[in-house]
């Protein structure tokens, strides 16, 4: 069934510290996924926040002489402030400390533990206090190191509640089944070899050595395991077992909604097998995607706030502007797989695809059609000679892989297909020569089909952009003298959408860079490193 809807969400963030680009990157490339939907007419709902409870909060905290609250207050703030910096398009900030979510844990505690799907126990193992994740003997080794982050663990012994998890493992095994379910595959195949075949251990559910958590209703001792109470924010958001759950019924329960979320590969193991068996024990529906992003790394290695090699991405939205930060992310690094931030190629990024390529095109075909046609767009006639036939057909062959792979979340192929239309469109300027045509009365026009042809292409290539280029895209269509009602998505294949259009000159859309200039400020932001 085609869905109508699509529920997409962020991993939500520790605020141990400040947010850095890695934060950034994730949450820019599901706003462009949630812009992209909106912008084809999909109802959608768009969800990150912040996961507040814990010991390394309560740690971090008391190391600063504050209250656990008044230090995820302080940082929370950042990251929205990051958010509305970077134009994200959230519907919703939820954040765990908040009344409507602590409920929610509660609640899908009790139906766990009456569902019998929950035992009280005794925990004597490991704990990672950053990673707040519990290992066995052989997990940990002979060094005693975390097997996700390699730091050193620390014995733990307690009683706490567990989950029973492979009372769920049908239904589990049954999901994975499910095509694209767990995206890349390699991921699947690594939660099946790594911890299901191996027997999946029962989950620790509850704590007893901190307090600063969600109390458990059953037994005022314990509160809860972080990632049960992080994991619930998907369904607390929209208002789960609450009197208003209008917005669950429509983006979670509903089969005409699509739900989607997006994390990183550190966080896989909790949302393909808890989170799911979780869902099952509550008599929930499970998501339909779980896509796994790589990391964004330094040239040291993980960027990471304990590491302090991070970048912030504040100053090069002040100095570069957000619509060149959002777009490096998302072409930088393929989703899907790591990636390396290094400054050089921020600014050559920068250069080579807005600059050189789109900046290039929009000016050059602005000052073409003031000086060749009173700034009026020609009709347009297609097919008039042959290199207007291919870029006709490549500009809707564009347009149909795009739409393909962005719904497959391949989001930096389908702008590589924007740029190659783009790229190419340059190259027919070269290719038709309009200041010879010019001078040709009875090359007339063929003048009037280049000119009608880029801004076309143009308008197609912006639209597509739009979902990355928040800021830039609405100058474009300023430009090409479009309202905002005319540069709907639904007129992208509209060919005479331009016919006789005015077109307004515009400042240039982004400065070419001096790279090795830049790269030395970025430098200097980062500490010197890299
Ligand atoms: O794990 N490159 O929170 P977290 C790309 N609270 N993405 C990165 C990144 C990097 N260098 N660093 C972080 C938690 N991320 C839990 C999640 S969800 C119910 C609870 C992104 O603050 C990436 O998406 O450590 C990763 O999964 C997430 O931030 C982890 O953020």
Redesign the pocket.
């Known amino acids: 069934m085609e869905k109508k809807r699509f529920y997409i969400t962020?991993?939500?963030?520790?605020p141990?510290g400040d947010p850095?680009?890695?934060?950034a990157?994730?949450t820019t490339l599901c706003d462009v996924f949630a812009r992209y939907k909106r912008m084809r007419h999909f109802e959608v709902y768009f969800l990150t926040g912040?996961?507040e409870h814990g010991l390394k909060i309560e740690k971090n905290s008391a190391a600063k002489g504050l209250s656990p609250q008044e230090y995820v207050d302080g940082i929370v703030s950042t990251f929205k402030k990051l958010w509305t910096s970077l134009e994200i398009s959230n519907d919703d900030f939820i954040r765990t400390t908040e009344e409507r979510h602590i409920k929610v844990v509660q609640d899908v505690f009790s139906k766990m533990y009456q569902n019998n799907d929950i035992y009280l126990g005794k925990y004597e193992g490991w704990y990672c206090v950053p990673c707040e994740s519990f290992w066995t003997d052989t997990q940990v080794g002979e060094e005693h190191l975390c097997p996700d982050c390699h730091r050193p663990v620390t014995s733990a012994t307690e009683e706490s509640y567990f989950f029973n998890t492979n009372k769920y493992l049908k239904e589990l095994l049954k999901w994975y089944d499910k095509e694209n379910v767990i995206y890349p595959i390699n991921r699947k195949n690594e939660m099946i070899n790594t911890f299901i075949k191996p027997g999946l251990e029962d989950l620790c559910i509850s704590r007893t050595s901190f307090k600063w958590g969600v109390p458990i209703r059953e037994n005022e001792k314990h509160v809860a395991y972080?990632?049960l109470d992080?994991?619930c924010?998907?369904i607390s958001a929209l208002g789960y077992g609450s009197n208003d759950d209008s917005l669950y019924k429509k983006f979670w329960e509903s089969e005409e909604s699509e739900i989607i979320h997006?994390?990183?590969?550190?966080?896989t193991r909790?949302?393909t097998i808890y989170?799911p068996e979780f869902l099952t024990s509550i008599g929930a529906r499970l998501p339909d995607r779980v896509f796994v992003?790589?990391?964004?790394?330094m040239k040291d290695g993980?960027?990471?706030k304990s590491k302090g090699n991070v970048v912030s991405p504040y100053p090069l939205i002040d100095k570069y502007g957000v619509d060149t930060v959002r777009y490096y992310l998302v072409r930088e690094v393929v989703f899907g797989q790591d990636g390396q931030f290094t400054p050089e190629q921020f600014a050559e990024r920068s250069n080579m695809d807005l600059a050189n390529n789109f900046g290039n095109l929009v000016s050059r075909t602005v000052s073409m059609i003031q000086k060749y046609f009173d700034g009026i767009i020609p009709e347009f006639t297609p097919g008039v000679n042959e290199f207007d036939n291919e870029l006709e057909i490549l500009t809707k062959n564009t347009v149909s892989s795009f739409i393909e792979k962005m719904d497959d979340l391949h989001i930096t192929e389908a702008y590589i297909d924007v740029m190659n239309l783009l790229g190419r469109a340059n190259k027919y300027i070269e290719e038709m020569a309009p200041w010879a045509l010019a001078k040709d009365p009875t090359k007339e026009n063929n003048l009037k089909s280049v000119m009608s042809h880029l801004a076309n292409i143009i308008f197609v290539g912006t639209k597509l952009l739009e979902p990355v280029l928040v800021i830039k895209s609405k100058e474009v269509y300023k430009m090409l003298g479009l309202t905002e009602n005319e540069a709907d998505f639904d007129n992208i294949l509209n060919i005479h959408l331009l016919d006789n259009h005015k077109v307004e000159k515009g400042n240039a859309l982004f400065p070419r860079l001096d790279v090795a200039k830049e790269s030395e400020y970025i430098k200097s932001l980062m500490g010197g490193k890299n």
């Open positions: 962020t991993p939500i963030y520790y141990s850095h680009i890695g934060h990157y994730c912040t996961d972080v990632w992080a994991l924010n998907y997006v994390i990183g590969a550190d966080i909790f949302h989170w992003h790589g990391l964004l790394m993980k960027m990471s």
